[in-house]
């Protein structure tokens, strides 16, 4: 499914999160002339190009809906699963291939697995990143797909996973 996206609208890139279409550039590549997305990446400032007929193919997109945020909250809140005993390196690699998928299930899922095998033991330097990392890409969606401050969400977060 491929979505137009105009100056202003905010738009989820994978691995990178959410960012802000600060225009379209056109530009000659190769002796052909390219459309461009320009996005300002929200957490960082970092400036990407994003051609337009590639869009589908990097998976950038739009901000989920209401009802994929109640979907979400259900991830977060399953509590019956069996994180894999699987060595933490494996672990880490699954996880990372989740968050580059782009998708705010797949991330909820790492959020979720991850705080669930901190409570029966310590997790590895690369694994407290990675629950950094997908803590922030999923608070700065839900935040704005909800219209709330990230503090809310971040309240949300604390009261599923008994943080308080």
Known sequence: MQTSFKTGDKAVYPGQGVGEVMGIEHTEVAGQRQSFYVLRILENGMRIMIPINKV??????EIISEEDVKQV????????ISVDSTTWNRRYREYMEKIKTGSVFEIAEVLRDLYLLKGDKDLSFGERKMLDTARSLLIKELSLAKDCSEEEIEADLKKIFNLA
């Open 73 to 80: 909250y259900s991830i977060l809140k399953e509590k019956d």
């Open 56 to 61: 589908g193919s990097v998976g950038l997109r």
